[in-house]
């Protein structure tokens, strides 16, 4: 939880409860969030896109934050993922195992200035994004397919106009040429992302599977 109060102390007994019928992860998600106009913006944008652009058994619960009742068994599980840049909602939601929320109203900053400005926010959310999905790599290689596509659609549009109508004498190769050019080396550019996401994710060395419990006979 965080230091400065803004995640209620109260609420503990309830997460508490919640853990001891069973569930192994008990998360705050924020009802309603008194801060600035500029934040609430960029929170919207952060979970806009880790919606599209993350697998789907791996998304995070809007408004949630690091408030939470962690099970001894997950923490284990936490402390094996030896990776430096930690994004410790997505981590948990990586485990999976039983998990539940209770909602909370988060009240406004009373004291003190919080050290989490705008360019810590941009920092954390891009840390936050790139660590749990290999998205942004794989949106550079569609772009560059998109606009691949784009151009063939256009050679055809040109072809239709030398044979049938007034053809615009040698502009129209020179965008071609500029055009595919473009779309090739996104293209690289993105094929160059998608080993490198594939690297990382080796380096990262995340378990294929976790064992919740073992029988013996």
Not at 22 to 47: C, E
Not at 71 to 92: A, C, H, P, S, Y
Not at 167 to 195: A, D, K, Q
């Amino acid at each position: 939880m965080d230091p400065d109060l803004e995640d209620p102390p109260s609420l503990l007994n309830e997460m508490i409860y919640e853990w001891k019928n069973g569930y192994d992860v008990v998360y705050a998600v924020r009802k309603t969030i008194k801060t600035t106009f500029v934040k609430k913006i960029m929170r919207s944008i952060f979970y806009f896109i880790y919606k599209w652009l993350v697998n789907k058994n791996f998304l995070i619960p809007k408004n949630t934050g690091d408030f939470r009742l962690i099970d001894k068994k997950i923490i284990e599980q936490l402390k094996n993922m030896r990776e430096r840049t930690r994004f410790l909602r997505g981590l948990v939601s990586f485990i999976g195992a039983k998990q539940k929320s209770v909602e909370f109203d988060r009240p406004f900053r009373k004291k003190g200035k919080s050290k989490s400005n705008i360019f810590f926010l941009i920092r954390y959310g891009f840390d936050a994004l790139l660590s749990s999905t290999a998205g942004p790599a794989n949106l550079i290689t569609k772009f560059g397919l998109l606009s691949l596509g784009i151009i063939f659609l256009f050679l055809i549009f040109i072809i239709m106009n030398k044979f049938f109508f007034n053809p615009y004498e040698g502009f129209s190769f020179t965008i071609i040429l500029i055009l595919f050019l473009f779309s090739l080396n996104t293209i690289m550019i993105g094929i160059v992302g998608e080993y490198v996401t594939r690297i990382y994710n080796e380096v990262k060395q995340r378990p294929n599977y976790i064992i919740d419990e073992t029988i013996e006979n």
